[in-house]
């Protein structure tokens, strides 16, 4: 699980749940092949570990716990797997004179 700073802590008990549910993620992942067993498994988990956490953390865990379903492939979002620039631009180390001539 990644401690850094843009995680905020809950209660040891949640942090222990949500440890416990990314160690567990690829035997579960193993043990339910069909895609229905998979969702029904980490919406269990998903519920314990919400009702867990106490109201004022429950968006920053919503969101983390959507970060790791999104990585597992069992809640919707983009995974990128390739770094990109988010900021390509086209021969940085030319000038605009010679850019407008080509």
């Not at 990644?2 to 222990?16: C, I, K, L, W, Y």
């Not at 069909?34 to 498994?41: C, T």
Request: charged share 25%; hydrophobic share 45%; aromatic share 4%.
């Amino acid at each position: 699980m990644n401690q850094g700073p843009r995680h905020a802590a809950s209660t040891d008990e949640v942090e222990a749940l949500i440890a416990q549910l990314e160690q567990q993620m690829p035997e579960v992942q193993m043990r339910h092949t069909d895609i229905f067993a998979l969702a029904n498994a980490w919406a269990e988990r998903y519920d314990a570990v919400i009702a867990a956490t106490p109201g004022p953390d429950r968006p920053a865990v919503e969101a983390r716990l959507g970060r790791i379903g999104i990585r597992w492939g069992v809640m919707p979002g983009a995974r990128v797997t390739t770094e990109f620039r988010a900021l390509a631009l086209p021969d940085e180390a030319e000038p605009a004179q010679q850019r407008r001539k080509a």
